[in-house]
C-alpha cells in the first residue's frame, strides 16, 4: 500500500501526472489518461472524453517471449502515465501509410482507450484491429477514437499486434508455430474482458471491427476456438480470412520461408530449434532489416513467390484448427450467433494497378491499353489460376468490355480493377456474408460507392473531419455522410442492428423507406454507402457466382483432364521467376494501408469541385 503511494507520489513530482488526470485501476495496475472535451461546429454533441493511450495489455514480447505466444502484463506499482501512444511494432517504412512519427519497437503490445464520460448505463464497446496486410499500421496513427466514441456513445479500443516475421514466421512445426500477431488480438480481446468495466464499458457488449488485414484479423478471430465469449458483434471492412494468397497451410513451405529468412539474418541452421534459438538472439532492428519487404530477397532464396505476404497466417493447432477456406466452405467455424456487418468497396481494384504503373504513381488518370493488360492479366491471378489457360480465358470473357474490345483507343482500366477487386475482396466477402449467414448469424451487407477506393471509408467510420488535429475537412454532404456511417456503425455495436432512427441523425424521406434490411439467402440484400444510402440487392451476383463456385469447378476439371507437360511446367517456373514480387508486394501493402492523407484531401477536394457542377 505505502508502495503505491510513494510510487503515486514520485510519478506527481515528475510532472507527467495531473492532479485531474482521470486515473483508473486495471487489474494489473493504476492507468492515469487525459480528459478530452470533444465539440464540433457541426455536430450538436459536446462530450467529455477520457482518454488512455499506451495501456501494456501483455509483457513485452522480446528475447525468450520472441516468436511465441504473448504473456499477460504482470502487475506494476503506481501509476502507468497513458497519455501517449505506446511503441508501433516493428514494421518496414511505407510512404503511403506513415506512422505520423511515433516510435517502433519490439515492445509494442499496447492498446488506447476512449470513454465517453456518462452517468447512464455501461457502453457498448467496440475494439478495433488495424489494416496494413499483416506487415504495417499501428491503432494510433488514423484511428483517434474520440470523435466516434463522443458521437456514436461507445467505448473505442485500438490495439496494436505484432507483424511481419515478428508477428506470424512459423517454422512448421511446434519451435515456431506462428499467428503471434493473432494471439496478441485475442490477449487484447481478453484484457478488454477483464478491465473494460473500470471504464464503463459493458465486457458483454464488444464489437470488433477493423479495415484490409483487420478485418481478415476479424474473420480469423471468428473461426478461432480461442475467442469464446470475447466478442458478440463484428464488422469487416474490405476484408477476409479467405482472401486469396493471405494463408499459407503447406508446412515445408513454411520451413522454407522460415530457413530462408534464417539466411538473410545470418542464422544458417539445420534444424528449426537452432534457427528459432538463434533468430531470438538477433537484434529487433537486424530482424526488422531482414525481413523489409522492398527487398524481396526471401522470394529468391525460397522460390515461394506467390503469397502476398512472406510470412501469411498458417494453421497452428491452437488459434487456428484448419484453412479458413476450408471452414468457411464446410461452415465448420464456431457458430456463435456472432452478429456481422461486412462490406467492401466499389472499386477495391484500382489502386492495385499502380503496381504495373510505378512511374504514375502521382496520376489521377492511367490509361491501360490492350497490349499491356494482357501482359500483366497474369500476374495477378495467383500461381493456381495464372498457369491454367482455360480459367485466365473464361475470366476475360465475363471482364473484358467485348463491344469495344478490339479498338486501340479502349482503356482496360475497369477491366483490371473489377477483376482484381471481385477476386481479392468483394466475392470473398459474398462468400463470408452467405457463410455466416447459413451458420445462423445476422447479417448487414454494404458496398461503398460514394468515395470507392480501398480504406476510403475509414476516414468517414472515425469522424476524420471532426477530429481538429486530422486536418480533413469534408464538403457539407460528406460530413452528413459520416454521421450516418457512424451511427450505423455504433447502432450495430449496441444493438445488432445499423439502422438509423430520427434520434440519429436527420432522416428524408428516402431513407425513411430505405432502411438496411439484414442480408439473407436467398434476398441478398444490402446498403449501397453513398450520398443517396439507398438498399440495393445482388451485388455481383454473377461475377460471385463465377468466382465462388464456377471457377473452383473449372479449375478441378481442367486440372483431372489436362495433365500438365513438361513445357508446361518449364513455363509455370519461368512464370514463378518472372514474376515482380517484390514490387507487387511493396505496393500492395502499402495500398492495402490507408491512403496518404495528402492523397485522399486531394480526392476530397476535388469530389466538392465535382459535387458543385449542376
Ligand atoms: C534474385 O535472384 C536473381 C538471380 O539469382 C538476381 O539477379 C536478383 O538480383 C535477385 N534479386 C534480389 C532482390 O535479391
Ligand atoms: C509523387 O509525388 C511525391 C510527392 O509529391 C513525390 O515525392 C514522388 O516522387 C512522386 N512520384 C512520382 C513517380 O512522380
Ligand atoms: C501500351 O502501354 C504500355 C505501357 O504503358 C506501353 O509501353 C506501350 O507502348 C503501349 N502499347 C501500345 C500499342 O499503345
Ligand atoms: C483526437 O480527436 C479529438 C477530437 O476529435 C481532438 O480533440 C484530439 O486532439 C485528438 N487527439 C490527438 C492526439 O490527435
Ligand atoms: C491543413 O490543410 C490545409 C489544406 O490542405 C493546408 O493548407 C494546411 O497547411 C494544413 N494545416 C495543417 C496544420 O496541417
Ligand atoms: C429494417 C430494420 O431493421 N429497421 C430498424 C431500423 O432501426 C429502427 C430504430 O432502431 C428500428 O425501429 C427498425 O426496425
Known sequence: MSAVRIAVFVAFLLGSIAADDPIVEVKSGKVAGRVVEFAHEDVEVKRTVYVFRGIPFAEPPVDDLRFRAPEPKSPWEGVHDAKELGAACMQPPSPIFPLDGESQSEDCLYLNIYAPQTGADKLPVMVWIHGGGLVIGSGGTGYNGTALAAIGDVIVVTINYRLGPFGYLSTGDEHATGNYGFLDQVLALQWVQDNIAAFGGDANKVTIFGESAGAISVEYLM??????????????????????????????????????????????????????????????????????????????????????????????????????????????FPKRGTDIMIGTMADEGRGFLIVFFADKANDTEIFLNKTYYNEIFSTYLGSDKKSNPAVADAIKQIYVDWEDEDSDDTNYVESFS????????????????????????????????????????????????FDSAMNWTMPDDDVMMTLKIMKYWTNFAKTGNPNLSDGDVELTENEKQTEWPLFKVPGLEYKDLSLKMETKRALKAKECAFWNDFIPKLMKHTEATQPCSKEEENEKLKYKEEENSDLLLMRYLADAAQKSKEDDHEKLKYKEEENRQP
Open 418 to 465: 473489377q477483376t482484381h477487386g471481385d477476386m481479392y475482396l468483394v466475392c470473398p466477402a459474398d462468400r463470408s456474408a452467405r457463410a455466416h449467414f447459413l451458420a445462423g448469424s445476422k447479417v448487414y451487407l454494404y458496398q461503398m460507392t460514394h468515395i470507392p477506393s480501398h480504406g476510403e471509408e475509414v476516414p468517414f467510420v472515425f469522424g476524420w473531419h
Open 223 to 332: 473461426l478461432s476456438p480461442m475467442t469464446n465469449g470475447l466478442f458478440t458483434r463484428a464488422i469487416m471492412e474490405s476484408g477476409t480470412s479467405t482472401m486469396p494468397a493471405i494463408f499459407l497451410s503447406d508446412k515445408t513451405k513454411q520451413s522454407r520461408l522460415a530457413h530462408g529468412f534464417g539466411r538473410l539474418s545470418n542464422c544458417e541452421k539445420d534444424t528449426s530449434e537452432e534457427l528459432v534459438q538463434c533468430l531470438r538472439s538477433v537484434s529487433a532492428e537486424d530482424l526488422k532489416e531482414a525481413g523489409n519487404l522492398q527487398s524481396g530477397k526471401l522470394a529468391n532464396i525460397t522460390g515461394i513467390s506467390d503469397l502476398l505476404i512472406p510470412f501469411p497466417p498458417v494453421v497452428d493447432g491452437n488459434f487456428l484448427t484448419a484453412s479458413p477456406e476450408g471452414l468457411i466452405r464446410e461452415r465448420s
